[in-house]
Structures are given as structure tokens and as C-alpha cells.
């Protein structure tokens, strides 16, 4: 095992200043002291692990500070010769140094719009951040929390930006990220709320719909840029039909059937299709299996005695048993001694 430095008469590493007050800044000592950690992780206590690792994040928020500086510094020369070719009077896109994106994309091996985004960054926190500058160097602001912290500055005047970056600063070693983010969001609210409106109002132009592929394999769909209010009722919307659906029965947990509602919505499909059909009723055991009158039977006629004297063909209808009803009714006025039609008094009445 390799003695470092800062070891003892004993020889025995100092692995406690890991966990302590007192652990060395980023440096030559604490790397050395870390490298003598990692090659002997079977010495160290789980408390000492851990402050291992603390370390270990110390140095890599110590190596984007340096980072940072470093791609400040190169943008502020590229931009000095952007300017002495513009003096020059070169023409545009054949000026010195006028693609520095691109230059730091390459590098990276990222895109332009990825290391332009780095330039606007560093040289906000090198030229208008100090705080954050500082926390940077001492290892407890990561490139994450500065990239918040000047998002929320990068649009703002340099007196408030100085401002929120004295608050943000000291917040940040001890706010988780997305608590930071929102702070930060808080705070450029309350200094500047119109430029925070006009940011909004310019990024309706970016409306989007993006299509991601999941670390697992699947794919997410997002808008982006939209309306806060729109979003926000259309997130209620699909979250009271996913609980009405799965009290209907729909199997799933409630954010599985919020994805369902989403992607039904965009297909125009209804989600409510995907309930399970209502069982046919079971027949009834006590029923001798006989089937049952339907709706015709019970609005027939009931079955009558058939008069065995009438014709087969006998159909009593309205015409024919007016018929009827006059053949005897002249039978009637016969059987008196009135001729048949004759509506006066019988003969030999005194009336005669």
C-alpha cells in the first residue's frame, strides 16, 4: 500500500478526514488520498466509504470548475477575433473564429447547440457569478446545480443576477437538485417577472412534440414549451379518467392507465373501450330449460275454443260482421211481420 502525505507515525491513512470537518480541499492531497483509499477499500468502514465517495464528487465538481474556466477563456478569445475580423471587414461566414460552437462541439463530441449552451453558461458564471465561481473551486456546486443557478441568472441584469447569486450560491451544497431548480425559478420570478413572461412568451415560437427513446428500450412522448395552465388542466384531465377507469375495473396502476389515456387520446380512441364486456346473465337453475315467451307471444291473442262449425278459412273481420249483424236484424223484423228495412210501427198497431 502506498503512504500518502498525510498519513500518521503509524502509517495508518487518515481515511477519517474523508467523513470530518477537516477533509483536505481539491487538490494534489486529496487526490493522493483518495487514489490510497481506492486501492485499499477492504481497510475502510462503511462511514469511511461513504466519505469516500463525498470525495470523489468534491474532485469531479472541482474538475468542472476547471472546466469552466477553461471554455470562458475560449470564448472570450474567439470572440476578440470574431471582432478584429469584423474590423477587418471579412465577410461573413469566412471571419476568423466565427464558429465557436462548432469548434467546442467537435471536442466534446457533442453538437453545436450542446456546446453553445456550455459557452453561455461559462462564461455567465466566470464574468457575472462569483459565489457560484467559488463553490465551484471548493467542490460543493457540481456543474448541475451551476447550471441552474445560471439559468436563472442568464437573462437577468448583472446587479440582480449578483443578487440571486449570492442567495443560490449558499443554498446549493445543501438543496437537492430539483429543490434548487425551483428556488432558482422562484427567485428570477420575483426579481424580474417581466422578463420571465417574455422568456414564456418567446418560447411559444419552440412548441414542440418530441419522440425519446427510454433507457429500457421503450419511447416517451412530450410536448415541450407549452402553455403552464393548458398543461396543467390536461394533466387533471387524464389523471380523474384514470381514477373513474380503474373504478370501473381497468386493471393497472393508476400511472400505467394515465399512459393508456394519453396514448388513446392521441389515436382518438376512447379508453373506456378497453373495460371488459359485461357477462351474459346465468341461466336460471330452477327454469326446466324450456325457452321462455318472447316479446311476440306475449303480445298475441289469447288461444280461444274453436267453434267447430265455422269455416276453416273464417276471418272475423270488421266488414263481415256488419254483414252479420244486418242479416239479423231483417231476420228480427220478419219474425214481427215488418218487412225487412221497415223502420214504422208493426201492421195493426193502433199507430197503423
Not at 65 to 71: F, P
Not at 82 to 99: I, Q
Request: with cysteine; proline share 9%; glycine share 6%.
Amino acid at each position: 500500500m502506498s503512504q500518502s502525505p498525510a498519513d500518521g507515525p503509524d502509517c495508518t491513512p487518515p481515511w477519517d478526514a474523508f467523513s470530518s470537518d477537516d477533509a483536505p480541499p481539491p487538490g494534489p492531497e486529496l487526490v493522493a488520498l483518495l487514489g490510497d483509499a481506492v486501492g485499499s477499500l477492504g481497510e475502510l468502514d462503511e462511514r469511511q466509504l461513504l466519505g469516500a465517495s463525498t470525495a470523489a464528487r468534491r474532485l469531479r465538481a472541482h474538475a468542472d470548475y476547471l472546466e469552466v474556466m477553461a471554455v470562458a477563456d475560449f470564448a472570450r478569445r474567439r470572440a476578440e477575433q470574431l471582432e478584429a475580423s469584423k474590423a477587418r471587414g471579412d465577410r461573413v461566414r469566412s471571419r476568423d473564429a466565427e464558429y465557436p460552437a462548432e469548434e467546442l462541439g467537435f471536442e466534446m463530441t457533442a453538437s453545436a447547440h450542446s456546446a453553445g449552451l456550455l459557452l453561455d453558461m461559462a462564461a455567465n458564471i466566470v464574468t457575472r457569478l462569483p459565489a457560484t465561481l467559488a463553490g465551484m473551486a471548493a467542490g460543493v456546486i457540481d456543474r448541475d446545480r451551476a447550471r441552474a443557478i445560471s439559468n436563472a441568472t442568464l437573462h437577468l441584469p448583472d446587479d440582480l443576477a449578483a443578487e440571486a447569486d449570492k442567495v443560490l450560491a449558499e443554498a446549493a451544497p445543501e438543496l437537492r437538485l430539483a429543490d434548487l431548480q425551483a428556488k432558482a425559478a422562484r427567485l428570477e420570478a420575483r426579481l424580474d417577472p417581466e422578463s420571465v413572461q417574455k422568456r414564456k412568451d418567446e418560447a411559444r415560437h419552440d412548441r414542440r412534440v418530441e419522440l425519446r427513446r427510454e433507457d429500457s428500450g421503450a419511447a416517451s412522448l412530450a410536448g415541450r414549451e407549452l402553455d403552464p395552465a393548458e398543461a396543467l388542466a390536461g394533466k387533471a384531465s387524464i389523471d380523474a379518467e384514470a381514477v373513474r377507469l380503474r373504478n370501473a375495473g381497468l386493471p393497472g396502476s393508476l400511472a400505467q392507465i394515465r399512459a393508456m389515456i394519453l396514448i388513446d387520446r392521441i389515436h382518438q380512441r376512447s379508453p373506456w373501450d378497453r373495460l371488459a364486456p359485461l357477462p351474459e346473465p346465468e341461466p336460471d337453475p330452477e327454469a326446466d330449460g324450456a325457452p321462455g315467451p318472447d316479446e311476440d307471444d306475449l303480445l298475441a291473442a289469447p288461444d280461444l275454443p274453436v267453434d267447430p262449425d265455422a269455416p276453416a278459412d273464417c276471418d272475423n273481420g270488421d266488414e263481415e260482421d256488419d254483414e252479420d249483424a244486418a242479416e239479423a236484424a231483417a231476420a228480427e223484423e220478419e219474425d214481427e211481420g215488418r218487412p225487412a228495412g221497415f223502420d214504422g210501427p208493426p201492421p195493426g198497431s193502433p199507430l197503423d
